[in-house]
């Protein structure tokens, strides 16, 4: 078993650091001051477009995308990449057009995508000129179980039909999002799996009403477009915005999915990370009680348990990306809904003890850790509830054979 990373992996990841070091982190008190200073704009601010032209320079572009259309790394190569930027979530991935939703629409787009559309929408996705967004959870149903989606999409001649109400669409409220990725029913009656199609819809179509953003925990993602409540009133596109075949709306959700959970994680270690470094540099200059917070004993276990579970954790995500390379998405399902429970839990708590370590500053947007605390529990809920995963896991564990008892034993 060799744990050294090969040499693109040192590579892209050296360049990574670098960029981060040098550009990103320094520039996130100037978003900060660009957001205070346009309240009411979700589109990107300049700086972010700055890094972006920066990193394309740097040849640090669509990582995230295997193969020629992207940067050409493994999955198990875009990990280490991944969580360096996640130590920056407000900047590096949409800095490096790494960002969700549009990693994961810009896959969709590719292993699914006929040529126009792929023209149209993916082909300046890559270029970072248009954003995306992607409409499955609806404020009616259950959205963690996909067949009760009750979005209508109906055939009509040339056309399709969209109706219903979409929210938590992620990036939506930016007017630069340019096409929405929406999953609805085309046929009710169906087996639960092939009830859903997906199809592609302008956000300047007739009918397409963005009616307000969401917060998390008070945070609204302004500088990323946000997350938007939309209502789809009788929106007509044309039949070749649809996405594959009918029905095939479920599968493309969990082709789509797989990737995005992974990414996800990786880059929840980054903040965890960072928690990290910012925990050793409080608890080495703050003073309690006549001695710093480090030779606090119960500070020496926070770290200790926090480094535990992070390096645990970035091997098991390491294992599942490598599985993902090798023998595909769907074989390493298992170890995909492993990390999407384990990480984001782990990860919450190692941000709830950093916050406890600063104390009242740690609650504060002096810090990121508050930020980074609510988009890890977001994270327990997005792209399905550890609920969820663990009842498909659990079921997939006991469905598997148990070893045949040593000879003698019953």
Same mark, same amino acid.
């Given at each position: 078993? /060799?744990? &050294?990373?090969?040499?693109?992996?040192?590579?892209?990841?050296?360049?990574?650091? @670098?960029?981060?070091?040098?550009?990103?982190?320094?520039?996130?008190?100037?978003? @900060?001051?660009?957001?205070?200073?346009?309240?009411?704009?979700?589109?990107?601010?300049?700086?972010? %477009?700055?890094? +972006? #032209?920066?990193?394309?320079?740097?040849?640090?572009?669509?990582?995230?995308?295997?193969?020629?259309?992207?940067?050409?790394?493994?999955?198990?190569?875009?990990?280490?990449?991944?969580?360096?930027?996640?130590?920056?979530?407000?900047?590096?991935?949409?800095?490096?057009?790494?960002?969700?939703?549009?990693?994961?629409?810009?896959?969709?787009? =590719?292993?699914?995508?006929?040529?126009? +559309?792929?023209?149209?929408?993916?082909?300046?996705?890559?270029?970072?000129?248009? %954003?995306?967004?992607?409409?499955?959870?609806?404020?009616?149903?259950?959205?963690?179980?996909?067949? +009760?989606?009750?979005?209508?999409?109906?055939?009509?001649?040339? =056309?399709?039909?969209?109706?219903?109400?979409?929210?938590?669409?992620?990036?939506?409220?930016?007017?630069?999002?340019?096409?929405?990725?929406?999953?609805?029913?085309?046929?009710?009656?169906?087996?639960?799996?092939?009830?859903?199609?997906?199809?592609?819809?302008?956000?300047?179509?007739?009918?397409?009403?963005?009616?307000?953003?969401?917060?998390?925990?008070?945070?609204?993602?302004?500088? =990323?477009?946000?997350?938007? &409540?939309?209502?789809?009133?009788?929106?007509?596109?044309?039949?070749?915005?649809?996405?594959?075949?009918?029905?095939?709306?479920?599968?493309?959700? +969990?082709?789509?999915?797989?990737?995005?959970?992974? =990414?996800?994680?990786?880059?929840?270690?980054?903040?965890?990370?960072?928690?990290? /470094?910012?925990?050793?540099?409080?608890?080495?200059?703050?003073?309690?009680?006549?001695?710093?917070?480090?030779?606090?004993?119960?500070?020496?276990?926070?770290?200790?348990?926090?480094?535990?579970?992070? &390096?645990?954790?970035?091997?098991?995500?390491?294992?599942?990306?490598?599985?993902?390379?090798?023998?595909?998405? %769907?074989?390493?399902?298992? &170890?995909?809904?492993?990390?999407?429970?384990?990480?984001?839990?782990?990860?919450?708590?190692?941000?709830?003890?950093?916050?406890?370590?600063?104390?009242?500053?740690?609650?504060?947007?002096?810090?990121?850790?508050?930020?980074?605390?609510?988009?890890?529990?977001?994270?327990?809920?997005?792209?399905?509830?550890?609920?969820?995963?663990? #009842?498909?896991?659990?079921?997939?564990?006991?469905?598997?054979?148990?070893?045949? #008892?040593?000879?003698? %034993?019953?």
């Amino acid at each position: 078993m /060799d744990f &050294e990373p090969d040499a693109t992996t040192r590579d892209v990841v050296e360049r990574t650091q @670098a960029f981060l070091d040098e550009r990103v982190l320094p520039a996130e008190p100037v978003l @900060a001051h660009q957001v205070e200073a346009t309240p009411d704009d979700w589109s990107f601010r300049p700086v972010v %477009r700055e890094l +972006q #032209a920066e990193a394309r320079e740097r040849d640090l572009w669509n990582l995230f995308l295997p193969g020629p259309d992207g940067g050409g790394l493994t999955t198990l190569q875009y990990a280490p990449v991944a969580e360096l930027s996640g130590r920056s979530p407000r900047l590096a991935p949409v800095a490096m057009n790494c960002a969700a939703p549009d990693t994961g629409n810009m896959e969709l787009l =590719h292993e699914f995508g006929t040529p126009a +559309q792929k023209e149209r929408w993916l082909a300046p996705l890559l270029r970072g000129e248009i %954003r995306s967004a992607f409409c499955m959870t609806e404020p009616d149903v259950a959205s963690s179980d996909a067949s +009760q989606i009750a979005t209508r999409i109906r055939r009509d001649g040339d =056309h399709y039909v969209i109706t219903g109400r979409k929210w938590w669409s992620t990036g939506a409220m930016n007017p630069d999002a340019r096409v929405l990725v929406v999953m609805g029913a085309t046929d009710p009656d169906a087996d639960r799996h092939r009830r859903q199609s997906m199809i592609l819809v302008p956000r300047d179509a007739p009918g397409v009403h963005v009616v307000r953003p969401l917060t998390v925990f008070g945070y609204d993602d302004r500088e =990323h477009g946000g997350h938007a &409540e939309i209502v789809l009133d009788d929106v007509r596109v044309p039949a070749s915005h649809l996405v594959a075949g009918e029905g095939d709306g479920f599968r493309i959700a +969990q082709a789509r999915l797989g990737p995005g959970r992974i =990414h996800h994680c990786m880059r929840a270690l980054g903040m965890a990370g960072r928690a990290l /470094d910012l925990v050793r540099e409080r608890a080495t200059t703050r003073t309690a009680f006549g001695r710093t917070l480090a030779q606090q004993g119960v500070v020496r276990e926070w770290v200790a348990e926090s480094r535990v579970q992070l &390096e645990a954790l970035r091997l098991l995500v390491l294992k599942t990306a490598w599985l993902m390379d090798t023998v595909g998405n %769907r074989a390493a399902m298992r &170890e995909i809904q492993a990390i999407k429970i384990a990480v984001p839990r782990a990860v919450q708590q190692i941000l709830d003890r950093a916050i406890q370590v600063f104390g009242a500053a740690g609650l504060s947007g002096d810090q990121p850790l508050a930020e980074m605390f609510a988009a890890a529990r977001a994270m327990r809920l997005a792209d399905g509830p550890d609920e969820v995963h663990l #009842a498909t896991l659990g079921r997939a564990e006991l469905a598997t054979p148990a070893p045949p #008892a040593p000879s003698g %034993r019953r």
